[in-house]
């Protein structure tokens, strides 16, 4: 018998027909089951396959903690020492599933894993009561194809994040670069349509799942990644003073023109194209040169990693190995200090769904030159925090350049504007966006199940306590 057939009503009720139950408001999740298949959240960003979307998921997760959602994180366990779970923060539990051996092997190799990361899933869910977990977030198309399964077997939503897409990418190589196989775009295919939610960073990303994609836009919510500010703040003695201590504690010179690249280092992200527009620069003025420190902080990732010394190597070649400083990836607190330090960040990506760093520099109060694409015409005003470039030739960046070099105050004073913002692109302004995306898509598919009268196909899910 149904539920609305054993409510006992008052006989008026009785003779209209089976009274209706108020319907359910929407409720919002307690647990939420992140998953980031192929990089954990534990692992140092700037280098390999760790970036942008490791940090933001400790930086999500850890707010959503704060607002009462618990989250846990699974992710592929990359080495036999690894505890089965790491407490990240109170309420965010990082769980590592074994799947396919610890060392070697790549990102291309990880859809064959897939089936053994689900089943490591399962077996920590099996574990627990029915209804553990409200909602499957997965980030990147890898964590999707379980999330899906996840998702549809414990009878609750699956919310996805694209991270980057292959069909954008493809829009967009670098010359020489290595397309993405046409499995991930089949891949990717299928989450957008087995997703309840597509979270993009930016319209600009919502559009292109759209176009490229087909994804159903009622389905589709765009929420702007957020920066920690506590983290990332200009000095309280001001942007340039704040400049100042940054440079002497990095042993950089007080005034030097100072352009910053800091990432993973990989074609797609194009730091040869700020060398080679230092490269220009110095050319056309030579006296630059004794005041010219270019940082170029991070690891070989990606298709990089073909040639993990092909940057250095442009450098000497292209005669400005004197200046440029490699740095492998640093800690968040002390990559603040070398923003706070940089004259200005060059990003001339090629392609960025939103480009983090772009928001983290400037919150320390530095601009940023950057190319003008995916989420970076977002993340950059454009004359007032910053410098938009189209396209990719150095000569551009070498002018944008000239800007700096010509008005030092230049820095400064863009540098208060973008300052002010970033203020706006805080994380608990992202996880209260994203609660509400979990919410409407919980009330969805609660709305469904009621309408099919309980017969989803989750319904015989099984669980049972330890
Ligand atoms: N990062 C870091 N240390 C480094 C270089 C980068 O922690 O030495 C972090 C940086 O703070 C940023 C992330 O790596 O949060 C890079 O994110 P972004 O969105 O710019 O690029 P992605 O890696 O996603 O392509």
């Known amino acids: 018998m149904s539920r609305l057939g054993r409510h006992r009503g008052p006989a008026s009720e009785t003779v209209a027909g089976p009274p209706r139950l108020p319907l359910p408001g929407p409720r919002r999740p307690r647990r939420v089951a992140m998953l980031s298949v192929h990089t954990s959240p534990l692992h140092q960003p700037g280098t390999g396959d760790a970036g942008g979307m490791n940090v933001y998921i400790v930086e999500l997760a850890k707010r959503l903690a704060t607002i009462d959602v618990e989250v846990e994180i699974f992710t592929r366990a990359t080495s036999a020492a690894l505890p089965p779970a790491v407490e990240l923060a109170p309420g965010v539990l990082v769980r590592h599933v074994d799947a396919g051996p610890y060392e070697g092997l790549a990102k291309e190799d990880l859809p064959a894993q897939l089936c053994a990361f689900t089943h490591g899933v399962m077996q920590a869910w099996a574990g627990h009561l029915a209804g553990h977990y409200d909602l499957v977030h997965s980030h990147y198309w890898l964590s999707g194809h379980v999330g899906w399964l996840a998702a549809e077997r414990w009878?609750?939503?699956?919310?996805?994040?694209?991270?980057?897409?292959?069909?954008?990418?493809?829009?967009?190589?670098?010359?020489?670069?290595?397309?993405?196989?046409?499995?991930?775009?089949?891949?990717?295919?299928?989450?957008?349509r087995a997703a309840d939610r597509l979270i993009a960073n930016t319209e600009k990303e919502a559009e292109?799942?759209?176009?490229?994609?087909?994804?159903?836009?009622?389905?589709?919510?765009?929420?702007?990644?957020?920066?920690?500010?506590?983290?990332?703040?200009?000095?309280?003695?001001?942007?340039?003073?704040?400049?100042?201590a940054a440079r002497a504690r990095l042993g950089l010179p007080q005034d030097a023109l100072v352009p910053l690249f800091a990432g993973r280092i990989q074609p797609l992200k194009a730091p040869d194209?700020?060398?080679?527009?230092?490269?220009?620069?110095?050319?056309?003025?030579?006296?630059?040169?004794?005041?010219?420190?270019?940082?170029?902080?991070?690891?070989?990732?990606?298709?990089?990693?073909?040639?993990?010394?092909?940057?250095?190597?442009?450098?000497?070649?292209?005669?400005?190995?004197?200046?440029?400083?490699?740095?492998?990836?640093v800690g968040q607190e002390q990559l603040a200090d070398w923003y706070r330090a940089a004259s200005v960040l060059v990003m001339p990506s090629y392609s960025e769904s939103f480009g983090l760093v772009a928001i983290e520099a400037q919150a320390c109060g530095t601009p940023v030159i950057a190319a003008e694409?995916?989420?970076?015409?977002?993340?950059?005003?454009?004359?007032?925090?910053?410098?938009?470039?189209?396209?990719?030739?150095?000569?551009?960046?070498?002018?944008?350049?000239?800007?700096?070099?010509?008005?030092?105050?230049?820095?400064?004073?863009?540098g208060e504007a973008a300052a002010r913002h970033a203020r706006s692109f805080g994380w608990d302004t992202a996880a209260t966006a994203t609660v509400d995306v979990y919410m409407q898509a919980m009330q969805e598919r609660r709305m469904r199940s009621l309408h099919d009268g309980g017969s989803s196909p989750h319904a015989g899910?099984?669980?049972f306590e330890p």
């Open 461 to 463: 899910a099984l669980a």
């Open 208 to 244: 292109e799942l759209l176009r490229h994609y087909d994804a159903d836009t009622g389905r589709v919510a765009v929420v702007h990644p957020g920066v920690d500010l506590e983290r990332f703040r200009p000095v309280a003695c001001g942007v340039e003073a704040g400049r100042a």
């Open 373 to 414: 694409v995916g989420g970076l015409p977002v993340a950059v005003r454009d004359g007032t925090s910053g410098v938009l470039v189209a396209g990719h030739d150095p000569v551009d960046y070498a002018r944008a350049l000239h800007g700096f070099a010509d008005d030092p105050a230049l820095s400064v004073r863009m």
């Open 273 to 329: 194209v700020l060398l080679f527009a230092v490269a220009r620069l110095l050319e056309e003025r030579p006296q630059l040169r004794e005041r010219m420190v270019v940082p170029v902080i991070g690891g070989p990732s990606g298709s990089g990693l073909a040639k993990p010394e092909g940057l250095q190597k442009l450098a000497a070649r292209l005669g400005i190995g004197d200046v440029v400083l490699f740095r492998p990836p």
């Open 155 to 192: 009878g609750v939503p699956l919310v996805h994040a694209m991270h980057t897409m292959a069909k954008v990418k493809n829009h967009a190589l670098a010359g020489g670069d290595t397309p993405e196989p046409a499995s991930r775009v089949l891949g990717e295919t299928q989450v957008v």
